[in-house]
């Protein structure tokens, strides 16, 4: 059964820094490319960075350039994000998904990829 199980959300001061993760089970980790994205109340699911199969692309969304930070463990199976700088407007649920790629893509693809697997989201708040 393949799994995305993500952890780290919560409740966080503007200024303020979480480290979300995602553990992986029951398909291939090393084969996928991993993201994350987002999605608050009354907005589109946004992707907000993304991580080749074998870790050496990465993109980012300009809303978290250089405040975020994205890494994958491909011998655990995890992938986290590594969120600084926090600012309200991060305040959305987070999820990690995954999709099958054997092939190089441009960075600035990676997230427009159709992820076929999605983890249940996890709730990460910024207060002012």
């Known amino acids: 059964e393949v799994q995305l199980v993500e952890s780290g959300g919560g409740l966080v001061q503007a200024g303020g820094s979480l480290r979300l993760s995602c553990a992986a089970s029951g398909f291939a980790f090393d084969a996928h490319v991993i993201g994350w994205f987002r999605q608050a109340p009354g907005k589109e699911r946004e992707g907000v960075s993304c991580i080749s199969s074998g870790g050496g692309s990465t993109f980012y969304a300009d809303s978290v350039k250089g405040r975020f930070t994205i890494s994958r463990d491909n011998v655990k199976n995890t992938a986290n994000l590594q969120m600084d700088s926090l600012k309200p407007e991060d305040t959305a649920i987070y999820y990690c998904?995954?999709?099958?790629?054997?092939?190089?893509?441009?960075?600035?693809?990676?997230?427009?990829?159709?992820?076929?697997?999605w983890g249940q989201g996890t709730q990460v708040t910024v207060s002012s």
């Open positions: 998904a995954a999709v099958r790629l054997l092939f190089w893509v441009p960075p600035e693809n990676l997230c427009h990829l159709k992820f076929d697997f």
